[in-house]
């Protein structure tokens, strides 16, 4: 359990160390579902929505995104399924 949880968070690190141009790309219509971060009122939050995060589909599209080679190191604790090749 300890090992996933810690895998998580090295995943959203890893995640978080990316560009702030790269992390912006991930816009969302809906308020605070997206990229959300750089506001002068709370500099140092940010946010990274990522909607159905389930669904292979989506999984493959948020990394690709993000990494346009692929990260199956990021998304395999993320989703916990090793079936979502991205």
Do not use: C
């Amino acid at each position: 359990m300890y090992e996933l949880d810690d895998s998580i968070f090295a995943a959203a690190e890893e995640l978080f160390d990316l560009p702030t141009d790269t992390k912006r790309k991930n816009v969302n219509e809906k308020p605070y579902h997206g990229y959300v971060g750089q506001m002068p009122v709370i500099p140092l939050h940010e946010g990274l929505g990522i909607d159905y995060v389930t669904n292979k589909e989506e999984a493959q599209r948020f990394t690709h995104l993000m990494w346009p080679r692929g990260n199956h190191q990021f998304w395999l604790p993320v989703t916990g399924r090793d079936d979502v090749v991205v």
